[in-house]
C-alpha cells in the first residue's frame, strides 16, 4: 500500500475531531460553494442564451434572403420561389428549413383604440412547431388553398392595448394607395418578451399582401432560412451567399438584432470572469487551508522525519489530504448544482420580471462538456497549488518539530 496515502486516511477529517475535522469541513465547503455557483452560472447563462436565441429564430429563421431595394423599409420587394436559390436549396444538407415571408404595415382598429402594426404573412410552410412555444392563447393560423385565410394572430401586447381576445373581429387599413382594409379574425395571442416582435408584429396569411399588393402565386417577400446547426452560423454565410441570385441580398439575423445577441455575448464575459475569481479563491483557500493543516501536524511531521521518512513522503501526504478534500467538495458540489437545475426546470420555483430578461422564469441548459471542462478545471488548479504550502515540510527540523506545541 503507498505509505502517504494510508497516513492521509488516517488524519482524514472522518477519523479525526476537533480543530482537524472542522477545517476539513471547511475545506470541502469552500470546494463545494464554488464549483456548485460556477455550475449554476453556465446552467443559467446557457439557458438565457438557448431561450433568447429560440425566440428569435422560431419568429425569423437564422438568415433572411430578399431582393436588394430601396424605399419603403417596412415592406419587401417581390421575389419568385421559382429563383435558382429557392429551387436548389435542398441539395445543401446543412439547410433544414426555408420557408416563405412578406411584410405589410397599416393600422389596426379596435373600438376605442388604433395601433400601428407591421402585419408578416405566412404560409403553410412556416414552421408553426417551433414557434408554438411563443402561442399563449388560442390556436395557429388554418391556411386555405382556394383563398386567403382572415385569421391573424396578436401579441399579447397588442391585444391588451386594443382590448382584444381571441375570436373577436378586428379591421385592419393598409397603407397604400388607395387604402385598402380587412376584416379579420382572431385565433391566437403570442408572447415572446421581446419588444422587437411584441410592439409591432402580427402573423396573417401572406396571400392576403399577395392580394393587395397584385403580386402572382409565385412572389413573395423573401426566405427565412433554418440551418441544421445554428452554431455554425458564421461559417455557413459565405457558402449560402454564394448560392443566392444576383438580385437577392443575405440578412444574417445576428447582425439584424444585434443589440440581443450582443447582450448575450457580454454575458459571457461575465461568467467568464466570475470563472476565474471562483477559481482564485478555490486555490488560495486550499493553500490557506493546507498551511494550517501542517501547522497543526508539525509533531508528526518531526516524527515521521525522525523515522527516516522523506520530505517527498511526507508531502505527498498532504497532497493526497488535499486531494481527497477537493474530491469531496466536488461531488458535493456537482449534487448541489445538479439537484438545482433539476429543480429550477421541472417547477421554475426562481421567477423573473419578463420586461426585463424577455422571459418569466430562470431557464436552465444543460451543457455536460462544459460541466466536465470546469470540474477538471477546479481539480487540476487547485491540485497544484497543493504543493505550494507543502514545500514548507523541507524546512522543517525534527528536533524542533518534536518539540512543537
Known amino acids: 500500500m503507498n505509505l502517504s496515502y494510508f497516513i492521509a486516511k488516517r488524519i482524514s477529517f472522518k477519523r479525526t475531531g476537533g480543530f482537524t475535522g472542522t477545517i476539513h469541513r471547511i475545506a470541502v465547503a469552500s470546494v463545494a460553494i464554488g464549483i456548485a455557483v460556477s455550475m449554476i452560472s453556465f446552467m443559467i447563462l446557457g439557458g438565457f442564451q438557448n431561450e433568447i436565441s429560440d425566440k428569435v429564430f422560431s419568429f425569423t429563421g437564422h438568415f433572411q434572403v430578399q431582393r436588394f431595394m430601396s424605399g419603403n423599409a417596412f415592406e419587401e420587394s417581390p421575389t419568385s420561389k421559382l429563383s435558382d436559390f429557392y429551387v436548389d436549396y435542398p441539395q445543401n444538407e446543412w439547410i433544414r428549413h426555408v420557408q416563405t415571408y412578406a411584410h405589410k404595415p397599416g393600422l389596426l382598429k379596435g373600438d376605442e383604440e388604433v395601433e400601428g402594426v407591421l402585419m408578416k404573412g405566412i404560409g403553410p410552410d412556416f414552421d408553426s412547431l417551433r414557434f408554438k412555444d411563443s402561442i399563449i392563447k388560442g390556436r395557429f393560423i388554418q391556411f386555405s388553398d382556394s383563398a386567403a385565410s382572415n385569421e391573424i394572430i396578436l401579441s399579447k401586447k397588442i391585444a391588451d392595448k386594443l382590448m382584444l381576445d381571441v375570436g373577436e373581429r378586428i379591421t385592419m387599413y ?21 419588444e422587437n416582435f411584441d410592439d409591432k408584429i402580427i402573423l396573417g396569411d401572406i396571400q392576403t399582401i399577395r392580394n393587395l399588393n397584385g403580386w402572382t402565386d409565385d412572389q413573395v417577400g423573401g426566405f427565412e432560412v433554418f440551418v441544421q446547426d445554428p452554431s455554425r452560423l458564421d461559417e455557413l454565410e459565405e457558402p449560402l451567399y454564394e448560392s443566392l441570385d444576383f438580385d437577392l441580398k443575405l440578412i444574417k439575423v445576428t447582425d439584424k438584432y444585434l443589440e440581443i445577441f450582443d447582450w448575450l455575448i457580454l454575458l459571457n464575459n461575465n461568467v467568464y470572469i466570475f470563472l476565474g475569481l471562483i477559481l482564485f479563491v478555490a486555490a488560495f483557500n486550499m493553500v490557506s487551508i493546507l498551511f494550517i493543516l501542517i501547522m497543526e501536524r508539525t509533531q508528526m511531521i518531526g516524527i515521521l522525519k525522525a523515522l527516516g521518512a522523506k520530505n517527498k513522503q511526507i508531502r505527498r501526504v498532504f497532497v493526497w489530504n488535499g486531494i481527497r478534500i477537493i474530491g469531496r467538495g466536488l461531488l458535493l458540489g456537482n449534487a448541489i448544482s445538479l439537484g438545482f437545475g433539476l429543480l429550477q426546470q421541472n417547477f421554475k420555483f426562481i421567477s423573473l420580471d419578463p420586461q426585463s430578461y424577455y422571459m418569466s422564469f430562470v431557464p436552465i441548459y444543460w451543457n455536460w462538456p462544459i460541466f466536465l471542462i470546469l470540474n477538471l478545471s477546479v481539480l487540476l488548479v487547485t491540485t497544484l497549488v497543493l504543493f505550494i504550502p507543502a514545500m514548507l515540510i523541507s524546512n522543517i527540523q525534527p528536533i524542533k518539530a518534536i518539540r512543537f506545541d
Request: overall charge neutral; aromatic content about 24%; glycine content about 4%.
Open 174 to 194: 393598409f397603407v397604400q394607395e388607395p387604402p385598402r382594409f380587412r376584416r379579420f379574425e382572431i385565433v391566437g395571442l403570442y408572447e415572446t418578451f421581446l
